[in-house]
């Protein structure tokens, strides 16, 4: 197998306007020509992407990307530069800046391509004054666009004039530019699919992220059809591996009978979604002639798919020219998104670049979420995560503004992987680093919820048990009942209810939780009244009165005796046995005791013996054991009872 040994450092587009040269200059720096077509060819243009390799010197080279000039194909242009590093500006001398030169640089700056070089062609068929004059206006032309700083290099495809400083600017310019590698999955635009007779299918295309190897599995997105890689190829010469920003051919046979189409993804199985809705930062290009309005339909392009889309502006309700605004995406048909993605939306008539913007987040709904609900979230969200337009290409900003996101509950790391399309262990490691910080809290070794999320669920406990006290004139709440409620995991409950008891919001006795608001904001008299049942029970032992009669006893309202009788049998001062026996806790516990002594003396205990133990009537004697029955401290056998398995872990 032949190994591809010569790295390519990035992919290089060539842009601008039809026919002013930019397949000849591939020529001379490639010695390939991309017009494949014979009848574009006779034409002068490029119809299909073209690649081609360039080699700068014996351990160096980039690939270029001939992108097409041609307006009514503008969505080649945006797939082209999709994982491009730089691009060379093509400007015809007798020309100069045409409508095409100026659409191409939108793009470029909306798809966030900062590097690159002019080259000023067909410099052999005008006169060196006009070479000049051309390169004063190109300069002040570029100060507007992303390529403000870019050399201009005159030069003759036909004659090679200028050509050899025009190759060493150029050289100069990729040695300079540092290209990341970018992590996590890998994934990869589709940009063409081809049917070989004896191989099957081949699927091309430049990868945006992660890297794949020879016999890996891969998804297509949308379809979710899963094929395994037999070939990869990366500018006609066969290799082991391909990765982010060479262009690529792999062979998948798996897919002959249902091949994919351009638009769609190739990715590493079980990551990538389709998407009806997201939320975006969208910048309209000055040359608009007119607003963005509200709920209008564009052409929507990003990698190399496209579909109509309605633009739901959040935070103004028309977008001017040259301004940047928060807006609701709704596609007409769902396509592979992911957090971070680029895009460019055009409007269909007359067809031209509106502006573009970064997917912030994604939504997992074919319905449009509320204005009022998404925009102050979605502008805080901006605010502390996308304060660069590159912010979201860091993956630790992804991680930490989707967890901010999911502010209604925790997050596993299986979710947050899918979302951001990371490898669990490139995950973990940005998880860690952030826990350590104080970023996000870890609940468990994968589960984690970032600090907002964790106050809000804290607060929805509170205002739970605030809303029962009110409704129900209760101040407790039982575990389990909570637990059913919301089915948090017990990491997170655990931890919620351990910090909402050390800073003294609740208390949790047993099972049950109790708002100490509750007694803490109770007026002296209730307390006072309290401390009266407490005492009546306490001096009535096994003789106590039925909880119904404690109003007449007290002189005092039945419904306010009620609620504090409650909240002393909540904080466990008072056992409540049944509906009509209740007892102290130092009581019950002396019954408790005795009891387990009983049975351990005698193997067992007879029911109706026990009265005479606790010096009591059979009532007061059935209730207690039948409440240690209910506890699971003792069993009953016939009229007898024995001590529980493990009764030593449910004791009062």
Known sequence: MIINKLPIKMMVCMAGHVDHGKTSLVKLLTGCETDTLKEEKLRGMTIKLGFAPCIISNDLAFGIVD????????????????????????????????AQTIEHCQILKLMGINHGIVALTKIDLVEPSIVKLRIQEITQFLQTTSLAEAMICPVSCATGEGFDVFFEKLKLLIQKIQIQPKP??????????????????????????????????????????????REIQCFSQTTNTGGTGQCLALNIPD????????????????????????????????????????????????????????????????????STGLATIMLEEPLPLAIGDRFIIRSLSPAMTVGGGTILIIEDTKVKPKRSVITPKLTEFVGKYFLSETALEEPINRIEGFLCWNNSNFVSVDEIAKAVLLNESDILSRLNYLAQSGKVIQLSKQIFIHPETYKNLCATLINELNSKMQ?????????????????????????????????????????????????????????????????????????????????????????????????????????????TVALSKRHFKVAQDLVIKLIQENGKLNSADFKYHINSSRKYALAILDYLDSKQITIRINNDRKLATGYQFRLL
Not at 76 to 96: C, P
């Open 255 to 322: 897919f002959n009978k249902h091949p994919p189409k351009r638009g769609h993804n190739i990715c590493t199985v079980g990551f990538l979604k389709v998407a009806h809705c997201f939320h975006a930062q969208i910048k309209t290009v000055p040359e608009l002639k007119r607003s963005l309005n509200n709920a209008e339909v564009v052409k929507f392009h990003t990698g190399t798919a496209e579909t109509n889309a309605k633009i739901y502006l959040l935070d103004t309700d028309k977008l001017a020219p040259q």
């Open 471 to 579: 409704k129900q004139a209760a101040c407790s709440m039982d575990i389990a009942e909570l637990k059913t409620k919301y089915s948090w995991p017990n990491e997170l409950l655990d931890k919620i209810l351990s910090d909402l008891q050390n800073e003294n919001f609740l208390k949790k006795i047993g099972q049950k939780l109790i708002l100490s608001q509750a007694i803490n904001t109770m007026p002296q008299a209730h307390l006072d009244l309290m401390k009266k049942i407490e005492q009546i029970y306490e001096d009535t032992g096994f003789r106590s009165p039925n909880p119904d009669d404690l109003a007449s006893i007290l002189g005092e309202p039945p419904a306010l005796v009620a609620k504090l009788f409650k909240i002393l049998v909540d904080e466990n001062k008072i056992i409540k046995l049944s509906n």
């Open 184 to 229: 996590g999955i890998f994934r990869m635009p589709i940009e063409g699919v081809f049917i070989h007779q004896n191989l099957g299918t081949i699927i091309s295309g430049i990868p945006v992220q992660g890297s794949i190897a020879l016999g890996d599995s891969v998804e297509v997105i949308p379809g979710n059809q899963i094929g395994k890689i």
């Open 67 to 98: 992108v097409p000039g041609h307006e009514k194909l503008i969505r080649n242009m945006v797939s082209g530069v999709s994982g491009i590093g730089a691009a060379i500006l093509v400007i015809s001398a007798d020309d100069g800046v045409m």
